[in-house]
């Protein structure tokens, strides 16, 4: 049940049509197809070059599912913005403006915005079909897109115009490294970058370099720097994230669990932890350098230009990846929360959420506390924390095991919390719940709206494909909205996050590429 605040629940309804031009001679109005089938069609119709990137045309809309007929738009209400307390993250001086440099808004990875996201007022959907997932969405000086879209062949960086979603300019990368990775759950190879104070892309590729290319004042795409990484990143591993360290240095992270930094130089320096690793990193002002690997938190430091391990904490792990996992570890990125506090979850049964101290030395036990989340038998994450202030937000993705696992009508098992530290900083405990079913996608936190924005498919009693963007009250864990972002196939993120731009809109990568979700006028 939705809730609005005081409004009675709004519905409004259509009818979700077929782009004929995009799906060419298939032909899969008919409701006699499984629907199965019919998505295996839409994956057919998502990979022809009617979709592809091309610099200045208007791209199609991804073309909806035949069989959803009369889904629900929008329900709930309208709400007025609720703001609370700014975000006290410092200004990373090597990477763009916060909250527009990378997947996770900051340095402190927090998955927080400032500023008001979508209230529910009148929203309207757009989507353009790329062909390829644009997950990782930055915003470079002018409020433009700058993505790195992943397909099965290949990344693309593509600057993109943020109303219209029409590319401005677009540069392939390297091929994917398919044979040795999912290529549905794998994030090397780009999907971690970030965007830099000077408004350069900082990429990772799937041949083990990383890549700076500049966006141009036109939008256009100039490559300014690369660094072969393959001497210590070895032909099976591969690059799975790239962030600075508050001295310029860039510091990567492999699959295997290579953790090093170039210098502005161009030296490189490395350790090899030989614990895998599945996600990006946080970096604090203090020169901290926080991973997590499948089997510890680490804080690494650059000390005499090497890669010096500060202090390692080890955290509960069953030893196998849950349904909703992509490697059998934390499934987080670190998120880091004032000047005190680093938060990962585990990987045990309840999972748990895990704050520590994240300074040189510990005043006591590392671990500040502990709070059990979701269900045992029936919890996992692959999404990093929000962080904000005391408050983190966790999500459940248990059950989402690929692209296949909403299909026909399913999806996975509920929902979100809160968890707060404690005033005293020396517990925590847990808030609010929501039921709502997010799949994969990287939540938000709307500090000007007081909002938390998430990407859901909730359980239907038909066959239809859902995706809605869902706005949850951040004091109470109640939904106040949710509008549709599209039906089918094309329409599932596939871990990609929600992001909200300069103007308020959001933004979801999905599988068939991107969608903006904006109030009226």
Same mark, same amino acid.
């Given at each position: 049940m939705v809730s609005g605040e005081e409004a009675p629940l709004a519905r409004h309804s259509f009818t979700v049509g077929v782009n004929r031009h995009a799906i060419g001679s298939l032909s899969v109005a008919s409701t006699s197809v499984p629907y199965a089938a019919v998505a295996l069609l839409t994956l057919l119709a998502l990979a022809a070059p009617a979709g592809a990137q091309t610099a200045g045309q208007q791209p199609l809309e991804i073309p909806g599912s035949p069989l959803a007929l009369g889904i629900e738009a %929008?329900?709930?209400?309208?709400?007025?913005?609720?703001?609370?307390? @700014?975000?006290?993250?410092?200004?990373?001086? %090597?990477?763009?403006?916060?909250?527009?440099?990378?997947?996770?808004?900051?340095? $402190?990875?927090?998955?927080?915005?400032?500023?008001?996201?979508?209230?529910?007022?009148?929203?309207?959907?757009?989507?353009?079909?790329?062909?390829?997932?644009?997950?990782?969405?930055?915003?470079?000086?002018?409020?433009?897109?700058? &993505?790195?879209?992943?397909?099965?062949?290949?990344?693309?960086?593509?600057?993109?115009?943020?109303? &219209?979603?029409?590319?401005?300019?677009?540069?392939?990368?390297?091929?994917?490294?398919?044979? =040795?990775?999912?290529?549905?759950?794998?994030?090397?190879?780009?999907?971690?970058?970030?965007?830099?104070?000077?408004?350069?892309?900082?990429?990772? &590729?799937?041949?083990?370099?990383?890549?700076?290319? @500049?966006?141009?004042?036109?939008?256009?795409?100039?490559?300014?720097?690369?660094?072969?990484?393959?001497?210590?990143?070895?032909?099976?591993?591969?690059?799975?994230?790239?962030?600075?360290?508050?001295?310029?240095?860039?510091?990567?992270?492999?699959?295997?669990?290579?953790?090093?930094?170039?210098? @502005?130089?161009?030296?490189?320096?490395?350790?090899?932890?030989?614990?895998?690793?599945?996600?990006?990193?946080?970096?604090?002002?203090?020169?901290?350098? $926080?991973?997590?690997?499948?089997?510890?938190? $680490?804080? %690494?430091?650059?000390? @005499?230009?090497?890669?010096?391990?500060?202090?390692?904490?080890?955290?509960?792990?069953?030893?196998?990846?849950?349904?909703?996992?992509?490697?059998?570890?934390?499934? &987080?990125?670190?998120?880091? =929360?004032?000047?005190?506090?680093?938060?990962?979850?585990?990987?045990?049964?309840?999972?748990?959420?895990?704050? $520590?101290?994240?300074g040189r030395r510990a005043a006591g036990r590392r671990l500040v506390c502990r709070e059990r989340v979701f269900e045992r038998g029936a919890s996992s994450t692959d999404q990093s924390l929000i962080g904000a202030g005391r408050s983190l937000v966790v999500e459940n993705n248990f059950g989402y095991t690929g692209i296949a696992s909403t299909l026909n009508g399913a999806t996975t098992t509920p929902g979100l919390e809160r968890v707060d530290i404690d005033r005293d900083g020396r517990g925590c405990h847990t808030v609010w719940r929501s039921d709502e079913r997010a799949p994969s996608v990287v939540p938000k936190l709307s500090l000007g709206a007081g909002l938390v924005y998430t990407y859901t498919k909730p359980k239907r009693d038909d066959i239809a494909d859902a995706w809605y963007l869902t706005a949850i009250d951040f004091d109470n864990g109640k939904t106040r909205w949710r509008a549709l972002g599209g039906t089918g196939f094309g329409f599932n993120n596939n871990f990609a996050p929600v992001s909200i731009g300069p103007d308020g809109a959001a933004y979801v990568g999905v599988l068939g590429g991107l969608v903006r979700l904006a109030d009226a006028g």
């Open positions: %929008f329900e709930g209400a309208r709400v007025s913005a609720d703001p609370h307390r @700014r975000l006290r993250v410092p200004q990373h001086p %090597f990477m763009a403006p916060d909250p527009g440099s990378n997947i996770h808004n900051d340095a $402190y990875q927090s998955d927080t915005y400032d500023r008001s996201g979508p209230l529910g007022d009148g929203i309207s959907a757009r989507s353009a079909l790329f062909t390829r997932e644009c997950a990782s969405v930055a915003f470079d000086r002018r409020g433009r897109i700058v &993505t790195v879209c992943v397909g099965l062949d290949r990344p693309v960086l593509t600057v993109l115009d943020p109303d &219209t979603l029409r590319p401005i300019s677009t540069r392939p990368l390297p091929p994917r490294q398919t044979g =040795l990775q999912d290529p549905f759950s794998s994030f090397a190879g780009g999907g971690y970058f970030y965007l830099d104070n000077r408004d350069r892309a900082v990429i990772p &590729t799937a041949d083990r370099q990383i890549v700076v290319i @500049r966006v141009r004042g036109d939008g256009g795409l100039e490559p300014k720097r690369q660094v072969d990484l393959t001497g210590v990143v070895g032909p099976q591993d591969a690059v799975i994230a790239v962030m600075p360290d508050w001295r310029g240095r860039i510091w990567f992270a492999s699959t295997l669990g290579v953790v090093g930094f170039v210098t @502005r130089s161009g030296s490189i320096r490395s350790l090899a932890t030989e614990e895998p690793i599945g996600n990006s990193f946080a970096v604090d002002e203090r020169g901290g350098v $926080y991973i997590v690997t499948d089997a510890a938190l $680490y804080r %690494f430091q650059a000390r @005499r230009n090497r890669v010096r391990t500060v202090w390692r904490a080890r955290y509960p792990n069953l030893g196998t990846m849950k349904p909703g996992q992509t490697q059998a570890g934390s499934g &987080t990125t670190p998120t880091l =929360l004032g000047r005190r506090f680093v938060a990962i979850t585990d990987n045990a049964d309840p999972m748990a959420v895990r704050v $520590y101290q994240r």
